[in-house]
């Protein structure tokens, strides 16, 4: 059995970034820093849109399942995604919420696509409970960022597009 060596991250100063937990940042910096006396490379990314900065030790990256800006099959299948029909599981609503919250989090812009298109609700259906409207809008902004980087366009027409491809 033979050892698949992954090709390693590289990333560049003002690139793009998807870190699973935060969404879209773009990288502002590579430094070294001494921490608790030892140096570390860190990769440092900005959230403009939460106000935050994350340093990330390069040696974590990996781990911490930071990637580029999703590619062409990728993305198109995300949007395909929101076509589909709704599955919406039988099941207690905070086990559902766990799940979405567990998608969104992974970073996978097509399980993120899964949580919107199955809480996605037209005017005439019946209300969302406020948690549900939580998830659905961190969802929402999330494959929105995403898809405004991805497309270069801005956030409010990622978020027409998205918007546009549900009505369908």
């Known amino acids: 059995m033979s050892i698949k060596k992954l090709p390693s991250l590289t990333f560049d100063t003002g690139e793009y970034v998807v870190y699973p937990t935060h969404g879209v940042g773009k990288i502002s910096d590579v430094t070294k820093q001494t921490i608790a006396g030892t140096e570390l490379e860190l990769l440092v990314v900005n959230f403009d849109k939460d106000k935050m900065t994350l340093r990330i030790p390069t040696s ?14 990728t993305m198109n299948e995300a949007l395909a995604t929101l076509k589909t029909k709704a599955k919406v599981r039988k099941v207690m609503w905070s086990r559902r919420a766990q799940e979405y919250e567990n998608k969104i989090n992974s970073g ?6 899964e949580v919107i298109r199955d809480l996605y609700r037209r005017e005439n259906i019946a209300e969302q409970s406020y948690s549900e409207r939580q998830i659905y809008e961190q969802a929402f902004g999330r494959l929105a960022s995403e898809v405004s980087v991805y497309s270069n366009c801005s956030y409010e027409d990622a978020n027409k597009k998205i918007t546009d491809i549900l009505a369908g």
């Open 60 to 73: 974590k990256l990996k781990n911490v399942g930071l990637r580029k800006i999703s590619d062409d099959k």
């Open 108 to 113: 996978n812009p097509i399980a993120i696509a």
